[in-house]
T-cell receptor, first 110, second 113 residues
Framework: KQEVTQIPAALSVPEGENLVLNCSFT??????LQWFRQDPGKGLTSLLL?????REQTSGRLNASLDKSSGRSTLYIAASQPGDSATYLC?????????FGAGTRLTVKP | NAGVTQTPKFQVLKTGQSMTLQCAQD?????MYWYRQDPGMGLRLIYY???????DKGEVPNGYNVSRLNKREFSLRLESAAPSQTSVYFC????????????FGQGTRLTVV
């Protein structure tokens, strides 16, 4: 059974800091890994998707890496802003099944 | 650009009542999913459908039924609601294979009293 873990559960940083969110998974036979953002009371917004054959993906200030063999992914956020405050979720896909981590709640203080 | 649309957005049920949550997507996706989200537990998969006419159980299927009515629509039914089913329910859809992203609806906040 695929298990997905995100560390830390919560993170508070001052504005302008670079930060790393972690995601680990137990079954390396994944199709892809997707990072989402969720604002309070809202749905999930897709940030980045990494295919199993890729090592990283970048979008603006976000960079996600994938190391399948070790079962790890990181989401790097550069020059954090208060608007980045949200919960960040990773999800791994095996076939038609997607499994989620519990998320990291990020607070960026002005 | 509707994407994934869920109805209703909010619902309060009494224990033992039944209801159906509706989900529709306009992206011609093959796969659709129902998740529930509880505090501190992340999203847990209830059921998924890889294509029209097929459905499969996820992690927490007990107490739920689903129906893939056509390619666009995937409904979730609670036959006899229980307080333990108080949660936020999300529907999602995705294409096949490695390349395509999953997209989510805005959620249905369900309270069973």
């Amino acid at each position: 059974k695929q298990e997905v873990t995100q560390i830390p559960a919560a993170l508070s940083v001052p504005e302008g800091e670079n930060l790393v969110l972690n995601c680990s998974f137990t079954d390396s036979a994944i199709y892809n890994l997707q990072w989402f953002r969720q604002d309070p009371g809202k749905g999930l917004t897709s940030l980045l998707l990494i295919q199993s054959s890729q090592r990283e993906q970048t979008s603006g200030r976000l960079n996600a890496s994938l190391d399948k063999s070790s079962g790890r992914s990181t989401l790097y956020i550069a020059a954090s802003q208060p608007g980045d405050s949200a919960t960040y979720l990773c999800a791994v896909r095996l076939g038609n099944d997607m499994r989620f981590g519990a998320g990291t709640r990020l607070t960026v203080k002005p | 650009n509707a994407g994934v649309t869920q109805t209703p957005k909010f619902q309060v049920l009494k224990t033992g009542q039944s209801m159906t949550l509706q989900c529709a997507q306009d992206m011609n996706h093959n796969s659709m999913y129902w998740y529930r989200q509880d505090p501190g537990m992340g999203l847990r998969l209830i059921y998924y459908s890889a294509s029209e006419g097929t459905t499969d159980k996820g992690e927490v299927p007990n107490g739920y039924n689903v129906s893939r009515l056509n390619k666009r629509e995937f409904s979730l039914r609670l036959e006899s609601a229980a307080p333990s089913q108080t949660s936020v329910y999300f529907c999602a859809s995705s294409g096949r294979g490695q390349l395509l992203e999953a997209f989510f609806g805005q959620g249905t906040r369900l309270t069973v009293v």
